[in-house]
């Protein structure tokens, strides 16, 4: 590894994980040391038992309200989220085998599902970020929101390339990614070759910086969405 | 930097400080300002002006919080456009905070289901202790606390206003012996209508006509403290119904026809007055259908020919769980119901929530932020609005004119007493008005 693919992709990897691990234990600690309101905060009617139980995790993965007053952003929050998952679990794979069966599908599937969703990504981003720029969303934007917008634009773009473009062997980046769990980052022979490789550092450099600020930012709302939606429901 | 601070801010840092909790910090920490509370909310729908939108009326506490009291605002304000309490700062506060309804009709449609008017509530608290507050509403707090003070005053009116009422009220239930007991120790129920007799008179026809065991409250359920955001005021005011309760040893206190006055007394008041009430509290119609479903009224189902609607007042609705008793009754009693559409939590707000309608200056706000309102009912092709809230049907009274509906705004108890069947002497009750 040349010195700048060893900090960025090595040491800064350790960093931005565990900021992001503890920055979100303390962001939880934050919320969970102030006393609940002593207000039923919750809205009418409301579901019991089961039926709560199912509403919260409907208000929270689909959120079907918001599709009754605004269709278009409902459908593109709902495919960027849902593209957002599916890139989570297809970066699993990174860390080890699925079970056989899971392994030969998802290697298969991984070139158009991964692009897709990748593509997705790209649009719905650029999507929520021009739509920023339009009022009524202009006055109610903050620095904060351009810039999560742009660091993803970013990583995803980069991953993108990487996926549409680098002829690099899935194993090469299994290879990588075990010598970072074994704490000897290197990057294998295919990887170090690669004319990708700067944009492979480039990809992880910018993932490490939304790992760094996300504990910090409202992106935790993937937490706080169900707390938040259990609250409307009690 | 706290040095630099002057008193006056001090003072409402410390009260947005003392509203802190978890729920407050969920609330500023996870909007995503994606905006779509915007389409939920009948002010920004019909006025499409940016300051309406239902987060931005937040985000303005939610950039102090970023300069005060978050580290990340702290370090980096211009990340979050942090902002200085300032004089300006506290207009914004104002534009923000007594401009909602309170309807809460944001809340069901954010993904994440956050609840604006608990931010606006911390608002409304600082700008309380900064002395910036609706002029009509402050008065009217104080005239009701002062009210409770000089409770023997009142007393002796409201004997007299009630002497002057009784006869109507024998001659329409055809019961020589029916009364308004004022003040009666050991009755079963307390009824605290509006000040006013269409507020008294409708209901005691039906209190008697069922043979409750019942008692007029010598107070006003309304609790303009609430409107204002002042819950330590609100709690005074909701207080001399409390303390009169349990004064006379009652089961049920019954709230009448009015929005906020129910939620204030079912789900807010023994949080701000940190107790456990020793009786029940309940919106007029939970007795009322009770009744129905007895039999101890009877109703002609044919009496109300017209098409009616009913509106859900957003404190009685979404904000206080009463949806379906009030539709049982209508049911009973009028032949052609239309729900509107979208009804229930979904209801559109009319627009005079919030203590709005208390304040003349607000009229044409009203009139113009009611047009969703408006058309909803329009559509029903309703010639009957009910509706059990007061600031509801004034507000619906200046739509019908502004927006020619051609409709009769009416409480839910004036159809019930003009369908109610006089059984002694088979006399019909006559209709109010
Ligand atoms: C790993 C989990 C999640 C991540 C990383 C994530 C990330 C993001 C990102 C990057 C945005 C775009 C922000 C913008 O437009 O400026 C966003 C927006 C949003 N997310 Fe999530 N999210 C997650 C989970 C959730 C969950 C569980 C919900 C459930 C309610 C949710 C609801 C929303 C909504 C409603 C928006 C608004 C879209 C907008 O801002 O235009 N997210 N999320
Ligand atoms: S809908 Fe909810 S998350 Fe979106 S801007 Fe409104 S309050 Fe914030
Ligand atoms: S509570 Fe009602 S009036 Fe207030 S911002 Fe929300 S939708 Fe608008």
């Given at each position: 590894m040349d010195a700048f693919s060893f900090w960025v992709a090595g040491v800064m990897v350790y960093v931005a994980v565990a900021v992001l691990v503890l920055g979100l234990a303390w962001r939880l600690y934050q919320w969970r040391r102030l006393a609940a309101s002593p207000m039923r905060l919750g809205i009418f009617p409301k579901p019991r038992g089961g039926a709560k139980a199912l509403r919260i995790v409907a208000d929270t993965l689909v959120f079907p309200q918001a599709a009754e007053v605004n269709a278009p952003l409902w459908l593109a929050v709902f495919l960027f989220h849902l593209a957002l998952l599916g890139v989570f679990v297809g970066h699993l794979r990174l860390l080890g085998r699925f079970p056989e069966f899971l392994e030969v599908k998802m290697s298969e599937s991984a070139h158009l599902a991964g692009g897709t969703m990748g593509i997705v990504l790209v649009v719905t981003l650029f999507y929520f970020l021009i739509r920023r720029f339009k009022s009524p969303s202009k006055e109610l934007s903050v620095p904060e929101d351009y810039l999560l917008l742009i660091l993803l634009l970013g990583v995803v773009v980069m991953g993108d390339h990487l996926r549409l473009?680098?002829?690099?062997?899935f194993s090469a980046y299994r290879q990588y990614v075990a010598s970072l769990l074994a704490l000897r980052p290197e990057f294998g022979p295919e990887i170090a070759a690669s004319p990708y490789k700067t944009a492979l550092v480039v990809h992880v450099l910018l993932a490490n910086l939304l790992f760094i600020y996300l504990p910090f930012s409202k992106l935790v709302h993937f937490i706080g969405a169900f707390l938040t939606n259990g609250i409307r429901r009690s | 930097m706290k040095g630099e601070l002057k008193e006056w801010q001090e003072k409402l840092l410390g009260v947005m400080k003392g509203r802190r909790n978890r729920q407050l910090l969920y609330y500023l920490e996870l909007c995503?300002?994606?905006?779509?509370c915007k389409d939920a909310c009948h002010i920004y729908r019909a006025t499409g002006r940016v300051e309406f939108v239902p987060s931005h009326r937040a985000e303005i506490l939610r950039r102090l919080y970023r300069r005060y009291f978050s580290p990340l605002g702290r370090l980096i304000p211009s990340l979050y456009e942090a902002r200085e309490l300032d004089e300006r700062a506290l207009e914004d506060l104002y534009e923000a905070a007594y401009t909602c309804t309170g309807c809460r009709r944001c809340m069901v449609y954010c993904p994440f289901g956050i609840d604006i008017t608990w931010l606006l509530g911390v608002e409304k608290a600082m700008l309380v202790a900064a002395g910036k507050v609706p002029e009509e509403l402050a008065m009217l707090t104080d005239a009701a606390i002062e009210k409770g003070n000089s409770i023997d005053l009142y007393r002796d009116l409201l004997q007299e206003q009630i002497k002057g009422l009784e006869p109507e009220l024998r001659e329409r239930t055809g019961m020589p012996g029916a009364s308004i007991p004022i003040g009666r120790k050991g009755a079963r129920v307390l009824y605290v209508a509006l000040a006013g007799a269409h507020s008294i008179l409708p209901a005691a026809i039906i209190f008697n006509l069922a043979g409750e065991d019942w008692t007029l409250s010598m107070f006003e359920s309304s609790n303009y403290g609430y409107f204002l955001g002042d819950t330590e005021k609100a709690a005074r005011v909701a207080e001399r119904i409390v303390s009169e309760a349990k004064a006379l040893g009652v089961e049920e206190v019954v709230i009448t026809e009015c929005g906020h006055a129910y939620r204030v007394m079912k789900h807010l008041d023994e949080v701000w007055s940190k107790q456990k009430f020793p009786f029940r509290v309940s919106s007029i119609f939970e007795p009322f259908a009770r009744y129905l479903k007895e039999g101890r009224i009877k109703v002609d189902p044919d009496r109300i020919a017209e098409r009616v609607t009913y509106h859900d007042p957003c404190q009685l609705g979404r904000n206080g769980g009463i949806f379906e008793e009030p539709r049982a009754i209508i049911r009973a009693i009028a032949r052609d119901f239309r729900e509107m559409n979208p009804n229930r939590e979904k209801n559109w707000c009319c627009g005079g929530g919030g203590g709005l309608v208390a304040q003349p200056d607000l009229e044409e706000f009203r009139a113009v932020t009611g047009r969703l309102k408006a058309e909803q009912i329009a559509a029903t092709g309703a010639k009957i609005v009910a509706t059990p809230c007061e600031n509801c049907r004034l507000q619906l009274d200046l739509l019908n004119q502004r927006y020619h509906l051609g409709i009769q705004v009416s409480a839910v108890t004036d159809l019930l007493v003009q369908a109610a069947v006089v059984e002694k002497g088979q006399k019909k009750a006559a209709a109010l008005g």
């Open positions: 473009f680098a002829e690099i062997p | 995503t300002r994606c905006g779509l």
